[in-house]
T-cell receptor, first 117, second 114 residues
Framework: GAVVSQHPSWVICKSGTSVKIECRSL??????MFWYRQFPKQSLMLMATSNEGSKATYEQGVEKDKFLINHASLTLSTLTVTSAHPEDSSFYICSAKLAGEHTGELFFGEGSRLTVL | AQTVTQSQPEMSVQEAETVTLSCTYDTSENNYYLFWYKQPPSRQMILVIR??????QNATENRFSVNFQKAAKSFSLKISDSQLGDTAMYFCAFTMGGAQKLVFGQGTRLTINP
């Protein structure tokens, strides 16, 4: 149980285009999802917290207009990188928390590697 | 703000040896949760072990165990009888629980040599 699926696993796009990454909890309901960014050989940096039915909470320094997050249902959150630039190239990881679970344990997607040309 | 520090960027041991990864954290809270996650080359984050701060007993999961020192704010991971499949990045993480975010340390790259 507690499987999180991310799609696509890798994507290449041209500079200036927008890219959408989906994060789905396959067998549980997730009221809260988190989006992380990971640079090579570095730790995970939290970008935003996504709550179902409400606006995402962004971490300091993360541009909310560039990284659009939508959490339309209890099983789906999306991250859209708008007007992508080469510096947006990175590994993006989503994670989800079981509704009602109190320990804060997160279940992670497989990650999505974005390359902007 | 809570912070998590892993002071060992890289470690390397021989197969079957025991290795300990260090982690310290900073918080003024009394109730919280600590985790060790493993990120193998596939990049999929996998939970290794979890510790609730209110529990004095150290958590164990087969070959993995922790040494939780609450007063010292230390949370080290011991891997016994290490295996080649243990090669990965290991991240220590902290959360207040509930919907609170998970804060990660910088990570330790562990290599198990045959």
């Amino acid at each position: 149980g507690a499987v999180v699926s991310q799609h696509p696993s890798w994507v290449i796009c041209k500079s200036g285009t927008s890219v959408k990454i989906e994060c789905r909890s396959l067998d549980f309901q997730a009221t809260t999802m988190f989006w992380y960014r990971q640079f090579p050989k570095q730790s995970l940096m939290l970008m935003a917290t996504s709550n179902e039915g409400s606006k995402a909470t962004y971490e300091q320094g993360v541009e909310k207009d560039k990284f659009l997050i939508n959490h339309a249902s209890l099983t789906l959150s999306t991250l859209t990188v708008t007007s992508a630039h080469p510096e947006d190239s990175s590994f993006y990881i989503c994670s989800a928390k079981l509704a009602g679970e109190h320990t804060g344990e997160l279940f992670f997607g497989e990650g999505s590697r974005l390359t902007v040309l | 703000a809570q912070t998590v520090t892993q002071s060992q960027p890289e470690m390397s041991v021989q197969e079957a040896e025991t290795v300990t990864l260090s982690c310290t954290y900073d918080t003024s809270e009394n109730n919280y949760y600590l985790f060790w996650y493993k990120q193998p080359p596939s990049r999929q984050m996998i939970l290794v072990i979890r510790q609730e701060a209110y529990k004095q007993q150290n958590a164990t999961e087969n070959r993995f165990s922790v040494n939780f020192q609450k007063a010292a704010k230390s949370f080290s991971l011991k891997i016994s009888d290490s295996q080649l499949g243990d090669t990965a990045m290991y991240f220590c993480a902290f959360t207040m629980g509930g919907a609170q975010k998970l804060v990660f340390g910088q990570g330790t790259r562990l290599t198990i040599n045959p």
